[in-house]
């Protein structure tokens, strides 16, 4: 008897009259909104526009749901294009099948066209978007729990994930490793492995895409031996796990030799977005100006009327003495020597 278990939801799909909102479709959009909300302040930091991000995923989200698409048809055809196969549901995202290596190749080409039409160097918006991207896939990876698919051995540890039987598609029921919480930890802690080292040792030129590639791999190569829903092996391994080991190979060899050509971090990702800050700040800057200016001249204004009234006060002083003749200095003379002969005393 299984005393604790993660439960499965009883359905993947719920209806809102006639439009069905599907779990699995929600985890996609909020990874997305996620990954590139990160992505954004990242960019931002290395000196880039706010919005720039966002504007290239435009191009490379859609490229990359199709290439995830395309290479879980392609690597897994027999549901579709197999013996009783059904065409038409290679069409069918909602129902699962996403692979991440063709995301982000067929996303990598989408987000080229982007950057080069803002003539933004590719390396440096990708190690902008590293963290995110595996944040991005740590949420979507639970799109697997509300379709109960892509768990891994059966087990009977605490934490072990609840399936229920379904005999149309061939689903036992019981409880298995629930590698989709397991690769959405790891993914985790890649996004945090790669923001520390990206500060430690401010990686630029790619080198942050790079090591969130290759620490991704080490991760699904692991995971990935756990599953064991059906998949082509070559020489006793699963055919993603071939897959892990080249590519980690091939993003290791990069960041060494990246390393070794290119050290340091780009100085400009986004051209022209540091002179626009100059311009805001100037801008602000000359408003700031104009405060002050506008606080300082009715000052200005008091003491010239100050100035005026004190003149005004001396001309009618002199009007005065000169209306009074010689009296006013005899009674100063008097007054002075009043004065002398009180301070002698």
Partial sequence: MD??????????????????????????????????????????????????????????????????????????????????GHPLDALKVWQGGLGIWGAVALGAVGAWIGCRRRGIPMPAYADALAPGLALGQAIGRWGNWFNQELYGKPTDVPWALKISSDPAIGRVGGTYHPTFLYESLWCIGVAALVIWADRRFRLGHGRAFALYVAAYCVGR???????????????????????????????????????????????????GAQLAAGEESEGSAEAAAGVGAAKTAPAERGEDAKGTGGDAGDGRAGNAAAQGGGEPAEDSGRRAESGGGTKKS
């Avoid at 071939?242 to 960041?255: D, H, K």
């Fill in 3 to 84: 005393l604790a278990f993660i439960p499965s939801p009883s359905t993947g799909v719920v209806h809102l009259g006639p439009i069905p909102l599907r779990g699995y479709a929600f985890c996609i959009i909020i990874g997305v909104f996620v990954g590139v909300w990160l992505g954004n302040k990242r960019w931002v930091r290395r000196g880039g526009r706010s919005g720039t991000v966002a504007d290239i995923a435009v191009w490379a989200v859609p490229f990359g749901l199709v290439g995830g698409r395309l290479y879980h048809v392609i690597t897994t055809y027999e549901p579709y294009f197999g013996k009783n």
């Fill in 221 to 271: 190569a692991w995971i990935e031996y756990m599953r064991v829903d059906e998949a082509h092996h070559i020489l006793g391994l699963r055919l993603n796990d071939w897959t892990s080991g080249i590519v980690f190979l091939l993003a290791v060899a990069y960041l060494v030799i990246s390393a070794k050509r290119a050290p340091g971090r780009e100085a400009v990702v986004e051209p």
